[in-house]
Structure formats: C-alpha cells, structure tokens
C-alpha cells in the first residue's frame, strides 16, 4: 500500500494514530515532567509558558499527565488486541482444519462469550479485583478473542477447499508450511481490519471503564479516569476535563477511519 | 399462519432459550465465583446482611452456615447455587439485606423507561437522515449523515453525554443535568443514548435504501407504471426494513453497554448504575441480579428482534402463504 493510493479518509485516520503514537512514545520523555508531581500553588493553571497544557487540580502538569495517559491506553489496547487476536485466530484456524468436536466445543464457547453483551461479561471479571490491571487486561481479550476465531474460521474453511491448498496437503508439505504460507497470507487482510477497529474498541472500552470507577484509578494518569477527576473542576477549567477525552476521540476515531468507511 | 410458518418462528425461539439458560449459567457460575472470592467467612457476612449488622456474630452465623450448607463442598453448594438462579431466588442484598429481587424491580422499571425513550428517540433521529442519504447517495445529505456518524461512534459515550449537559444545562439552562422526576430529566440521557443508537442505524438504513432503489424489483415496479410513492411504500420499505430491524439485534448490545455507561454518567437509578455500584461495594448476590436481568433483558429483545424479521420479511411471508 503506498501512500497515493490511500483514500482521503483513511490518509486522516493514520495522520490522527501517528500523531498519537509519537505524543505516546515521545511524549512521556519529551516533556520530561513527573506527570504525578503536585504544585497545590500552580492548580488548575491556565496553559502557558510553564505548562504548556495547563495544570490539573492538583498542579499536576496536564501535557505530562496526558502523555502518560496516552502511552499506557495505547500500550493497554494494543496488548489487549494482540491477546484477543493470536489465539483467537490460532483457534478459529484450527476448528475449521480438525473439525469435529474440537470444532464443536470451540464453536460452543465462543456462543457462550456472545450471549451476554460484551460490557456486561467485562464488568463482571472486573468485578473480582475492581481498579486492577489484570482483570480490565483479561475481561477485554477474553471478550475479544472470538471476533477472530469465527472470521479466521469461516475464511479457513473457504481456503482448505481452495485447489492449491489442497494440493499442497495431497504433497505432503507439513501443517506448519500450510498455515504460514497458505493460510495466513490469506487471513491478514480480514485479521488487521478486525485488529485496526478492535483497538479503537480497545481504547475507548479502557477509558469508559476507568471513567465509570472500574478501570485504571487515580493516581494513575489514565485518559477516562482524568476526566473522571477534574469534572467537579469544570466550570474553572473546561479544558481539563475535555482534552482527555479529545484523546481518546482521536485514537477511536483514527482506528475507524483508517478501516475504511463501510466499517461495522 | 400455516405449520411451515410456525417451524420457522420455533427454532429461533428454542436458540434464544438456550442463550438464556447460557446467561443464567454464565451469570451464575461467575456469582458464585465472586462470592467465594470475597475476603472473609461468608457465613459471617450472610448473617450480618440477614439479620444486620449488629445480629452477625458467630451463632447466627452457624445457623447460616447450617441453612445454607456452607460446610458442603463447593460442587454440592455449586449446583446449590445454580439451581436458586434457575427459580429467581437471587438471595439478599449483602449491603442492605433486602431481597435483591425486590431492589432491581424498581431500578428495571427506571432503565427500561429510560430505554423506552432513547430508542424511539435514535428512530427519529437516525431513520429519516438514513432514508434520505440513501435516495439520494453522495448527495449533500448523504455526506453530512457519514460525517456525523463517524464522529458519533468515535466520541466516547461519557464525552458526548458531558458535552450534552454542558451546552444545555450549562450553557442554556434548558434541561437539569441529574435527576428522575419529570419528563424533562429524561432528555440528556435519552439523547446521549440515543446519538450513540443512530449513528449507525442511519448508515445501515442508507446503504440498505441505495441497495433496494436500486433493485431490479423496484425497476419494475415503476416500469408496470406505479407513481413512485406506491412503488416506495409497497415494494421498498418492507425490503429496506429487513436489515434495518436485523440490526436492532446488534444495536441492543451498544443500547445495553450505553445504559451501563449513561446512567453511571446522570446518576440514574437503574439496574446499569445499580450493577457499577454494586461492583464498588462489592455486594455479590446484587452484581449477579443486575447482571442476570440485563442479559435476559438482551436475550428477550433479541427474541422479539427475531420474531420481528420474520414477520417482515416478505419472502418468507410468501413462503408461508
């Protein structure tokens, strides 16, 4: 894919997620403030010279604080994803190869993740240890893994059938030959749509669960928990409660964009 | 109706069954989880929300123990457990000690109402914008639907509900930013709930109306010599409904996730608020009432969705007839 080629829309969507990863990687060491150090003299300071963003409640420098935010939602979803994705696509591939009741109870199971509304099944993971990483971290992948494992199943089975796979299985080229150069290849458009948009997923799952109370807590500069903090602030400093979320927007809204514009 | 039709109706309802016994089970087994995870003796805690908390010392406790058969193995106490599930029997609030069944009657009540205006409102909202894009694709309606939209389902659902109240309880004054008494206190929620709604159903109706114009069907119900108001009504929006209603089924997810987020965000007291809440306290048995009622709530609209494309669908009406 070269740049020419890309649509105006999905030009903006990688223009707003690059924009986001440098803030993410070189943000936190650019800005080289402590994003948990308090001034109670600078809170709530407009942006300026000092603070280049302003200052939350706590004099804590915004910039940083976002930065840091910013870094950790990406870093989250992007682990998240990836968590989701391997073996949700492993599996999916092999239900669709071995069939039976492999295939069976994989299939069982991944009904069984969708019959409650994803949130729903999350909240109530989160539930065990409410504030921790780990069980945001699970409940996500867990909800997540079977949007791969049905596409990469349904695509395999069409791929299986396919002449050329079947021939080389006939040859004798080992499982690992078939699934690295026949199957995946394959797979890999339909796979980074599905990874693309299940970050966006990603991000704004973590920053609604930690603005509701049951993601990442304060101290912790997380984007939803932010805003989440300085709303009884809002009418002095609107910004602060805004630009957190404006974040958040970005990345989602990046993600859609850069999947394409009939994205489900 | 006719037998053959009947079939048709059966098996997505026996499925739909089965996806409820699938939540009880889910729902349960992760109740029972979080009970046997809390810190602490249960029998104690049980007792202390039983009788309250002055009554939770170590007699009532063994009574409870006794009751309850806290001292069976866990399988036996499982299944125990599951089995109250199935008969509704949800236990007592570990907070209040009332009967859970009783607190998340009322706050069913305040989310459903809540529901009942959001949706409706996301039909006004999303429907009209969808129809029009699609008559007339990449027209100017067309464009300024898709842009709205995709900024819709990209702004978190706490923002926009922020910004909400911001502009019109802020700024103008017009609508309270909290609260349940009126007609007016259900506005900002609805909305929130209901932008989030029709964004997308606004893009579905779109590309399913520019589909059906299109059809090959509609071609000839205007070369037969119908006015184009009678091929519309009576050959286009039954066909562009279908996927449509289909995708309320998909819709009732963002509509069950948005109220969990909603009435956390306006403090409404609802099952979704009750559940975030219950989480904090960690009240178990009120987390798994509040979490068994919003999925058989989703499981039942999802029936009725069913039921309802069948009921559209003009092929298999025919098929029927």
């Known amino acids: ?264 | 109706m006719d037998r053959h039709n009947w079939r048709s109706l059966l098996r997505p309802i026996l499925v739909r069954l089965l996806q409820a016994l699938l939540v009880a089970l889910i729902v349960g087994a992760l109740g029972f989880a979080l009970m046997a995870a809390l810190p602490g003796d249960q029998a104690f805690r049980l007792a202390a929300a039983r009788y309250g908390p002055d009554m939770g010392d170590a007699t009532a406790a063994a009574l409870v123990r006794e009751e309850l058969g806290l001292d069976r193995p866990r399988a036996v106490q499982f299944l125990d457990w599951i089995g109250q599930l199935l008969r509704l029997d949800l236990g007592h609030s570990l907070v209040t000690g009332e009967p859970v069944l009783e607190e998340l009657r009322g706050q069913l009540g305040h989310t459903l109402s809540l529901a009942a205006v959001a949706l409706p409102l996301s039909a006004i909202l999303g429907l009209p914008l969808g129809i029009l894009s699609g008559l007339h694709p990449s027209g100017l309606a067309d464009r300024v639907t898709l842009g709205l939209s995709v900024l819709l389902r990209a702004v978190p659902a706490y923002a926009l509900g922020l910004l909400l109240v911001a502009v019109f309880s802020i700024r103008l004054g017009w609508l309270p930013p909290a609260g349940f008494e009126g007609w007016r206190e259900f506005i900002l929620p609805g909305l929130t709930l209901a932008l989030g709604l029709a964004a997308l159903s606004a893009r579905v109706t779109r590309d399913s109306v520019a589909a059906v114009s299109t059809a090959p069907y509609m071609a000839f119900a205007r070369w037969k010599g119908l006015p184009e108001r009678a091929a519309v009504l009576r050959h286009g929006l039954r066909n562009a409904a279908i996927p449509v209603v289909a995708l309320l089924g998909f819709q009732l997810i963002g509509l069950i996730e948005g109220l969990i987020i909603v009435e956390s965000l306006f403090s409404w007291p609802g099952i979704g608020h009750a559940l975030v809440h219950a989480i904090f306290a960690r009240d178990v048995p009120v987390v798994q009432g509040a979490a068994l009622l919003m999925g058989l709530l989703f499981v039942l609209v999802n029936a009725l969705v069913d039921l309802a494309c069948a009921t559209i669908d003009p092929r298999r009406a025919r098929a029927g007839a």
């Open chain 1, 1 to 264: 894919m070269s740049g020419s080629t890309l649509s105006p829309g999905k030009r903006t969507g990688l223009v707003l997620l690059a924009a986001l990863l440098g803030f993410a990687v070189l943000g936190p060491w650019v800005v080289d403030a402590d994003p948990a150090r308090q001034v109670l003299a600078h809170s709530l300071a407009a942006p300026g010279a000092e603070y280049l963003l302003g200052t939350d409640h706590l004099g804590r420098s915004m910039l940083a604080r976002m930065a840091h935010a910013t870094r950790l939602s990406l870093l989250l979803a992007a682990v998240t994803v990836l968590s989701a994705a391997v073996p949700g696509t492993l599996l999916g591939v092999m239900a669709a190869w071995r069939g039976g009741w492999a295939e069976s109870g994989l299939v069982l199971l991944a009904d069984a993740v969708l019959a409650l509304p994803s949130l729903l099944l999350v909240l109530l993971l989160v539930a065990f240890a409410p504030g921790d990483f780990l069980p945001l971290y699970l409940g996500l992948a867990l909800v997540g893994w079977v949007e791969y494992f049905r596409v990469s199943r349904a695509l395999t089975r069409g791929i299986l059938a396919k002449p050329h796979v079947e021939a080389a299985r006939l040859l004798g080229f080992g499982r690992g030959y078939v699934l690295r150069r026949l199957i995946l290849p394959e797979l890999l458009p339909a796979l980074s749509t599905l990874a693309t948009f299940g970050l966006g997923g990603a991000v704004l799952a973590i920053s609604t669960l930690s603005f509701v109370g049951l993601g990442i807590r304060p101290p912790v500069a997380e984007l939803g928990s932010m805003t989440t903090e300085l709303l009884p602030h809002a009418y002095e400093a609107p910004l602060t409660v805004l630009m957190p979320a404006a974040l958040v927007l970005m990345a989602v809204l990046g993600c859609h964009l850069l999947v394409g514009r009939g994205a489900r």
